[in-house]
């Protein structure tokens, strides 16, 4: 039986995505910050078929602890199929940061990935990995929300506010920038893991999920927000432009599952071009290096 991590699988996409690849004959390891709220989540799934093999492990994204620990309590798995890296955050309001300092949403939905993925390529021959990105990456996008600006890896790490801006603005650009900075990182990983020719080639491609702006990614957002959010999904799905984790899920089954791509970005099932600052060789460089140095790890080196 195969195995296949999926962080953030207590709700929304992550979840989903757990369910399909369960009836897909996958063990799931479901990786998740609280254990009891995935369970209790998963008894009122009606959907989730409890009979699959799954396990519910605790991780913390934000926590480069949390992440050694759970990748060391993986000693009774022998081997991992697939990782998914589907758990993010974003947030309103004042800055807020992880454990080790860091800027919350580029410490959560990039840095700790980086870190999760880089210490379980270590252990493992993973054949699969999937980075969950946001069309949002792309500094060119239409939406209503500030854009994506890549910067050095300290600024990133920790930003200062901009008396010229809202912290409301700050924040949608923390979260589109983290969204780059996974595409950069799965580009320069592809790149990395090619070199080294290792015996099982890995397959790494970035998804990009569709808008879903009612998920359990905001659950950190004010009551005000998620109503904004709620009356911009329900725009966005009149013109035809919303999603919904129930389908798109389905697509990130697939590049577990079935597509054969590496380096990849899929909008949802099709494979098309990210943005050209997604493909910024000497940025992903950059942004590896600088992880590097704020974890104290080196890896994959070239």
């Keep these: 039986m195969k195995t296949v991590i999926v962080t953030g699988a207590n709700s929304g996409l992550g979840l989903w995505t757990s369910k399909y690849l369960l009836d897909l004959g996958y063990r799931v390891i479901m990786a998740c910050r609280d254990i009891e709220k995935t369970r209790k989540t998963i008894n009122g799934f009606p959907e989730f078929d409890q009979s699959k093999e799954f396990i519910i492990k605790k991780l913390d994204l934000a926590d480069f602890e949390s992440i050694r620990d759970f990748v060391d309590n993986l000693s009774d798995i022998e081997d991992i199929y697939a990782l998914d890296c589907n758990g993010g955050i974003s947030y309103e309001g004042q800055f807020r940061y992880t454990k080790n300092g860091v800027e919350e949403t580029f410490g959560t939905n990039y840095l700790g990935h980086f870190l999760l993925t880089n210490l379980l390529l270590e252990k493992y021959n993973i054949e699969r990995i999937v980075m969950v990105s946001s069309e949002l990456h792309n500094p060119k996008n239409k939406s209503p929300f500030a854009k994506a600006a890549f910067k050095p890896v300290n600024e990133l790490a920790y930003p200062k506010v901009d008396e010229n801006s809202t912290l409301q603005k700050q924040a949608q650009s923390f979260y589109a920038t983290s969204k780059l900075c996974v595409l950069l990182f799965a580009y320069e990983l592809d790149r990395r893991l090619k070199r080294k020719a290792l015996p099982k080639y890995t397959l790494v491609n970035a998804i990009n999920p569709g808008l879903m702006l009612t998920t359990n990614l905001g659950r950190t957002h004010k009551p005000g927000e998620n109503i904004y959010r709620k009356l911009l999904d329900l725009f966005f799905k009149i013109i035809g432009l919303s999603d919904n984790p129930k389908a798109s899920a389905k697509a990130v089954v697939q590049l577990i599952d079935s597509v054969k791509t590496s ?16 493909y910024g060789e000497q940025n992903a460089k950059v942004l590896w290096e600088g992880s590097e140095k704020i974890i104290g790890s080196k890896f994959l080196a070239i």
């Design 263 to 278: 380096g990849q970005y899929y909008d949802i099932n099709k494979a098309i071009q990210s943005s050209s600052d997604s």
